[in-house]
């Protein structure tokens, strides 16, 4: 995808209602209070050994480069971004904490996010190797 398609994704999904019920969407996954869009398609499955290679590292490259573009996208429009750490999320939900999500599925998936307070929405991007996500939300992070 492109940045620009990006952008309209995370628009998209910044003009849409919230469900009432947990449950795949047209662009990922979405909740009561969330909408999470996988910008680079399905969630791939963990490739094997002798599946990862050049193209992985292709791959990887390419989704770390559109990963930048979004972020000076974003950062042109809305200014700087809060990074906020899914990683000490992910180490309360492990001790049991009662997380709510989406932060809770976030943190499962990501390491970090770029946060933008936008009205009364939360809107966030962040990347991995694999895949490249955007979230909105109303639910103010833990």
Known sequence: MTTAQHLRAIDLLRSREF???FGPSDVG???PGFHIA????????MPQ???MGA???VDAEQLAAEHEALLRALTHRWGEPELFSLASTALRADADED????WLRLSAQLTYLCLWRIED???GVGGSEEWLL?????????
């Open 19 to 21: 469900p009432a019920e």
């Open 38 to 45: 996988e910008l680079n398609g399905q969630i791939p499955q």
């Open 55 to 57: 193209d992985a590292d």
């Open 99 to 102: 997380i709510p999500e989406p």
């Open 49 to 51: 050994m002798s599946d």
């Open 29 to 31: 996954t979405e909740g």
């Open 121 to 123: 929405r939360w809107i």
């Open 134 to 142: 955007a979230v909105v939300t109303e639910t103010d992070p833990p």
